[in-house]
């Protein structure tokens, strides 16, 4: 584990998997708040090329700051640039998943000209764009299934307790919605998943401008879109519509796969990102 000083002053950490050559990929975490361990090495991406995986404020051993704005996916924009002045880069490859590319996105709107490429893996776009979310039709195409229906009825509950073994214990019961099948492989990865809550409340603390989408016609980077065509968290059609906001977007579904497309089908993860590398 490294350390390097964020936006404030404050020692912040990442993981670095550097089993290959060339430019590192800053991968961002979704969840929010998740601990970037259940990224993995993202289907051997960390095999090609360096893999710095972020602890974002109030996840692992970032410690959370006083003022809950500091870590917002707005304001922590700023500390993915400190990182990349850590790093000694002039431009950086940025991945998001999930939640995690409310930060990138955040990150390509403050600092285009500091970013040589985007990946947005499974990116939920509702707050960006217009286009009505086919996340229903998804989830009724797999009503039936009494382990799904489970999920379904425990995400409208929502957690227990408001902490993190409430948040956690919650997670446990609505991961079958985050996959296109519950298999032992779907399974081993969600137990992967530890939330801190008071990390996820403040990484939505502060409203993106009202402008952003507009912003994001002015990164000129390469951005690629990555969606599972059975995604039933983010969904498929407002994942296209973003896209198409970036002057350079290239769009990829993955079929047979839910919200995590690296565990579910790594060989078209792989080919999809190794291609747009």
Do not use: K
């Not at 995690?100 to 509702?126: C, K």
């Not at 039709?137 to 409208?156: E, L, N, Q, S």
Request: charged share 20%; with cysteine; net charge negative.
């Amino acid at each position: 584990m490294t350390t390097y000083f964020g936006s404030d002053g404050a020692t912040l950490h990442y993981d670095e998997l550097n089993h290959g050559d060339g430019s590192p990929v800053i991968a961002l975490a979704g969840g929010a708040a998740m601990h970037p361990r259940y990224l993995g090495d993202l289907a051997g991406l960390g095999d090609t090329r360096p893999l710095i995986l972020p602890h974002l404020r109030g996840v692992g051993r970032s410690p959370l700051p006083e003022s809950a704005e500091t870590a917002s996916f707005w304001r922590q924009a700023e500390d993915v640039e400190q990182l990349r002045v850590h790093l000694g880069l002039d431009r950086l490859l940025l991945l998001g998943h999930s939640a995690g590319t409310r930060l990138a996105i955040s990150y390509a709107a403050r600092y285009p000209d500091r970013l040589a490429g985007l990946v947005l893996v499974t990116p939920p776009a509702g707050y960006l764009v217009d286009e009505p979310s086919d996340t229903p039709a998804m989830i009724d195409a797999r009503r039936g299934d009494p382990v799904f229906d489970a999920a379904v009825a425990a995400w409208a509950t929502g957690p227990g307790t408001h902490d993190d073994a409430g948040f956690n214990a919650w997670y446990r019961l609505v991961a079958p919605l985050g996959y296109a099948a519950w298999g032992e492989r779907e399974q081993a990865h969600a137990a992967t998943a530890l939330y801190s809550f008071a990390a996820n409340r403040a990484y939505f603390s502060v409203e993106p401008p009202a402008d952003l989408a507009q912003r994001l016609g002015e990164v000129t980077a390469p951005v690629l879109v990555v969606a599972g065509a059975q995604d039933c968290s983010a969904g498929l059609a407002p994942v296209r519509a973003l896209c198409g906001l970036f002057p350079a977007g290239e769009f990829a579904v993955i079929e047979r796969c839910g919200h995590h497309p690296w565990v579910e089908q790594p060989a078209a993860f792989r080919a999809a990102l190794h291609g747009f590398l």
